[in-house]
């Protein structure tokens, strides 16, 4: 009995903190050490140097990408964490160009005045317009025409373009498309259409020479380019603008395309003028992969996948610092990385630390590692994703309901050490466009959660030049690490 109680004790040692495997006195808790020592002071210094200048907005592809890209994997060496790219490097390349926006460009208004004149009424950024980050470069002035959704559907006998010259004009329209309810299964006939680059191929086509893009005023590079023809983002003031001595306003005449399914576009007889000066460069971008292989004979081939995209939306003419979005996810997992490495506990199952390239430009980068995986035939325990965690004071775990054998690290940990509000949901699903990398992980049956920050404390400013370190709160990202360290250590070592 002695003998047996003896050896049920030395096993629940072993499994928890190992102190005989990492040669320290017994007693000392390596785990938990790292856990304290992680520190926001240091998150909050990444953040700063990810959001930096430096990094230039961190565009999938640009030279401060790539330099990104290099800081990430130079800090995994560092601290003893094996990379799992390319050929035994930290890098996974994939072919990505990338525009390059010299300046803030310009939109402007045509004003005829009495006696012929013309008054040009010039925007502001950012309250009047947005400048396109995938815009050709040039200048282009024309008449205004009103196309919706900008949507040509001849199965769904819907056509925005129908019926008006919109060669050599400027086409306005807006995101999304006329049917909204995107869990319903009829939504999937439409999904093709709501994505950003169909509406400026399907401009182009159309001989269009510019688009003005009712899509919110913020940076949008996850559209397409076309050498020449410009565009930009526009807001309420313009459309204000351009509907003033219509007819209907733009929020009436939407509202009618989204109730009867019929096109209502018109040349608005307004002239405009758009700016944009870009280049394009043709290149490649990369993940950055780093790993802890597992030491269990039986478990080491299964995976722990924790991953957080790494770009931002780059500088259009001002930085745009995606601090936020998403230095502070990728400082998270650093956190955790770093102190996993340094408590050195054996792990039975490996885990694999993703910083992504590519996802606002489309999800590039999540979806080659969830494709490699499984190629390759690994098997995943769990995906976990991190975006724009590091503002608030509470967690939500998105699909923590649908998986409560993953959820329950989060909640042990979360119980016992941090104490902060976290609630879960299920994963719902719907038939849009696929809008994190965790939809890869999904879409392949892996178990995945995104973690997320609640309770916002600060203005969020979503792919503005405001998303720098100054929106952050450091506390919360300080936990998220903690909460990732033990989470990961735990799904990693269950039985
Ligand atoms: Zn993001």
Known sequence: MMKQAFLILCTGVFISTSPCLTGQEPGRDP????????????????????????????????????KATTWV?????????????????????????????????GLSLHIPIKGGDTIIKQYRFPDGYFPGMNSGSGEVTAEVVFVGYGVTAPELDYDDYAGVDVQGKIVMFCRDVPYKDSRNPEYSKWVKYCYHHYKLDNAVKHGAAGMIYIDGLHANPNISYHPGFVWCGI??????????????????????????????????????????????????????????????????????????????????????????DNASGCVDIMGAARAMAAAGIPLKRSVLFAFFGGEETGLVGSGLVARKLKQEGKKVAAYINLDMVGNGTGFHLAGGSTWPEVFKHFEAANEKYLHRSMGSSEVRSHYGRPRSDAAHFEKAGIPTLSLYTTRPVKPVYYHLPGDDVHSLTPEIMEDAAKLLLLSLTGIANEE
């Not at 990379?83 to 525009?99: K, L, R």
């Open 31 to 66: 785990l938990m050490e790292q856990f304290h020592a992680i520190s926001s002071h240091d998150l909050l210094n990444w953040a700063a140097t990810l959001s930096s200048p430096e990094f230039n907005g961190r565009m999938t592809g640009s030279p401060g990408f790539v």
């Open 235 to 324: 807001g309420d003031e313009v459309l204000n603008d351009l509907f003033a001595g219509q007819k209907h306003t733009y929020r009436e005449i939407m509202g009618k395309i989204d109730q009867s399914f019929k096109p209502h576009s018109f040349p608005t007889g307004k002239m405009m003028t758009i700016r944009a000066s870009t280049t394009w460069h043709e290149g490649k971008a990369c993940n950055v992969l780093g790993m802890i292989p597992g030491t269990d004979p039986g478990l080491k081939d299964e995976w722990v996948v924790v991953g957080a995209h790494l770009d931002a939306v780059g500088n259009c003419g001002v930085l745009l610092p995606g601090a936020l």
């Open 73 to 105: 994997a130079e800090n995994l060496e560092k601290w003893g964490i094996k990379p799992a790219g390319d050929e035994g490097t930290y890098f996974q390349w994939f072919d990505h160009g990338y525009n390059e926006v010299h300046n803030l460009g």
